[in-house]
């Protein structure tokens, strides 16, 4: 059993809450250099969350990352609402994310999906994006 208090020198400590701080990831320059905290990081993680295939990687646990392989080629009458409830799925297993809301799906050319959303977190609103391939 894990307590959700604990007592430290006669101090109470509240252990659910767990931090956010975390490495950043400068995506331009391909590194990680330096740290993020706040709504950075929680951006940062929608970011690592929806390129992360579900059961694709052994060192990400059941539940991490978003299901896409299964919509390619498929219509996108069908993509759109099952890609709203994926990447709301994939999300809400962080605790700094309250709800995604506000999808919008534009078709692009040569049949790409491009879905855009807004991560309410703790921390304030961030606008996110997810692409997928589907048959035309």
């Known amino acids: 059993m894990i307590p959700s208090k604990g007592e430290f ?3 109470e400590l509240d252990i659910r809450i767990q931090p956010s701080l975390t490495y950043r990831m400068e995506l331009e320059g ?3 250099r330096g740290k993020v905290d706040g709504i950075e990081a929680v951006r940062q ?3 690592k969350i929806l390129n992360t295939e579900r059961y694709q990687y052994i060192i990400y646990p059941w ?3 978003i299901e896409t392989i299964d919509l390619y080629g498929e219509p996108v009458t069908w993509v759109c609402p099952e890609l709203e409830r994926r ?3 994939a999300l809400s297993v962080d ?3 309250i709800s995604v809301t506000d999808f919008k799906h534009d078709l692009e050319g040569k049949g790409v999906v491009h879905t855009t959303f ?3 977190t703790i921390y304030g609103d961030i ?3 997810k692409e997928v391939k589907i048959h035309v």
Do not use: C, D, K, M
């Open 30 to 32: 391909n590194s990680v």
């Open 9 to 11: 020198l006669n101090q």
């Open 63 to 65: 539940w991490y990352g």
């Open 87 to 89: 990447i709301t799925e």
């Open 95 to 97: 605790e700094r994310i």
């Open 45 to 47: 993680a929608i970011f």
């Open 127 to 129: 606008r996110g994006v």
């Open 118 to 120: 807004t991560a309410h």
